[in-house]
């Protein structure tokens, strides 16, 4: 018999996404005002919880999702910022106004393969743009393109911790240089965009170790916390049964 209950093992999708419907709400209502920072443990349901507001979004907003936990650099990150949203058809005006302003970015846009994917034009626009050298000019004007018109961007940004660890092991400046612009960018006085950034539970002390702390003090903190008892009960007796099905 086909069991419809909660399946273990990878993010929770569709109808295996089990018991966080309240989390799901509280963030939905944060991001009417707030960017939000996510914080729990690994393995701990921060990706299934951003997943889901990616299945099932809510007006105003479009949601994006990038996992950013190979990325080393600063660059890296714009690239994978623009290549998230210039392979969508509705931030298609980013793409049309780059091409206005910058005359070598026209060119590149005109040339690049009408089915590219988003891996093939991380690819392109690391070997035939300056974006990774320009990278904090770049993110500012996508930011600003972003900050009118519709739809809204919600960008569900995962595994920020591990991403910032890693630029940390590079350069404490880029870090540094990375986290002030991404900052400024959320708190631009006229931006629309919203951001959902998964974190670690160490992230907050580890920033204030360096003194950075103050580059995520914009961020409404929700902290992931274990089901409540029943809850926890529901979901045992779910997979349970299931197993007993099958």
């Not at 005109?110 to 034009?121: A, E």
């Amino acid at each position: 018999m086909e069991s419809v209950l909660p399946v273990i093992g990878g993010v929770p999708r569709g109808s295996d996404y089990f018991g966080r419907e309240d989390l799901i709400d509280r963030l939905w209502s944060k991001l009417a005002r707030d960017s939000v920072l996510l914080v729990a443990p690994r393995r701990f349901g921060k990706t299934g919880a951003m997943c889901r507001m990616l299945d099932q979004p809510r007006a105003p907003f479009r949601p994006r999702y990038m996992n950013v936990e190979y990325i080393m650099s600063a660059a890296d990150f714009t690239v994978e910022l623009m290549a998230t949203l210039l392979t969508d058809r509705q931030f298609a005006r980013i793409g049309h106004a780059l091409w206005d302003q910058t005359k070598e970015f026209g060119a590149f846009l005109r040339n690049l393969p009408s089915s590219v994917d988003v891996g093939g034009l991380k690819v392109e626009l690391r070997d035939k743009t300056d974006v990774r050298q320009n990278w904090m000019s770049y993110g500012e004007r996508v930011m600003s393109l972003l900050s009118k018109g519709e739809p809204r961007l919600l960008l569900l940004v995962d595994e920020f911790a591990v991403m910032i660890n890693h630029i940390r092991g590079r350069s404490s400046e880029e870090m540094e240089q990375l986290l002030r612009w991404f900052r400024r960018a959320r708190t631009a006085p006229d931006t629309q965009t919203r951001f959902v950034i998964g974190g670690s539970i160490n992230l907050v002390s580890t920033l204030d170790s360096v003194s950075l702390v103050d580059t995520i003090n914009d961020l409404a903190v929700e902290r992931l916390k274990p089901f409540e008892p029943e809850v926890a009960r529901s979901f045992v007796m779910a997979i349970h049964y299931g197993f007993q099905e099958e």
